[in-house]
């Protein structure tokens, strides 16, 4: 079974920059897998914030950007804003025998 | 605006089969490049995939729950329904029913239902 592996925890003081990022198991993560990134808030839905890899849905805050990064998927605040203490969610594409694939996620905690 | 709720016991005894059912309101199930997903999240947890299906009845399901998932849709009234047999406390989480996009082009999970907890115990 494959693995999708974010950083546990990060904490990024107000107005700062802070990068998470999503590793495969199998290997560098390319377009090809499609890189979806998702924040939850304590007791809400997820959101979802980047599709893609790195297109914005419509309501997503400029200062939230992807991209690839070293092999991986990865997620850049910028600018960091206290509510965006959240749980951040990447999701990545396997084809048709494994599907989706959510990451174990991050908790950015804004101090 | 696409509205997507879930429905369906909050408590179901072990062994037993968890039968939800997710209504989409403001828009088709039958509509490409649309699926239909099931997302789980245990207490404390992450969230994890439990697959998807799309209006003609082609699914693609979590690997891990392969054997124990069935997905159904009803395009006549507008839902889709998880079945998961033979549960076990480790089935007890928040389930979560959300639209993906083939070919991500519009993202996964862009609608959501506001999530059903379902708890497995005796």
């Known amino acids: 079974q494959t693995v999708v592996t974010q950083e546990p925890s990060l904490t990024v003081s107000p107005g700062g920059t802070v990068t998470l990022t999503c590793a495969s198991s199998s290997g560098a993560v390319t377009s090809g897998f499609y890189p979806n990134w998702f924040q939850q808030r304590p007791g809400q839905v997820p959101r979802a914030l980047i599709y893609?890899?790195?297109i914005r849905h419509s309501w997503t805050p400029a200062r939230f950007s992807g991209s690839l990064l070293g092999g991986k998927a990865a997620l850049t605040l910028s600018g960091v804003q206290p509510e965006d203490e959240a749980d951040y969610y990447c999701?990545?594409?396997?084809?048709?025998?494994?599907?989706?694939?959510f990451g174990g996620g991050t908790k950015l905690t804004v101090l | 605006q696409l509205q997507l709720q879930e429905s369906g016991p909050g408590l179901v005894k072990p062994s037993e089969t968890l039968s939800l059912t997710c209504a989409v309101s403001g828009g088709s199930i039958s509509t490409w490049p649309y699926y239909w997903a099931w997302i789980r999240q245990p207490p404390g947890r992450g969230l994890e995939w439990i697959g998807h299906?799309?209006?003609?009845?082609?699914?693609s399901y979590n690997p891990s729950l392969r054997s124990r998932v069935t997905m159904s849709v009803d395009t006549s009234n507008n839902h889709f329904s998880l079945k998961l047999n033979s549960v076990t406390a480790a089935d007890t989480a928040v389930y979560y029913c959300?639209?993906?996009?083939?070919?991500?082009?519009?993202?996964?999970?862009?609608?959501w239902g506001q999530g059903t907890q379902v708890s497995v115990s005796s």
């Open positions: 999701l990545l594409f396997y084809g048709g025998a494994q599907g989706w694939v």
């Open positions: 959300a639209r993906q996009s083939g070919g991500d082009t519009s993202g996964q999970g862009d609608y």
């Open positions: 299906i799309y209006y003609t009845g082609s699914t």
């Open positions: 893609s890899t790195s």
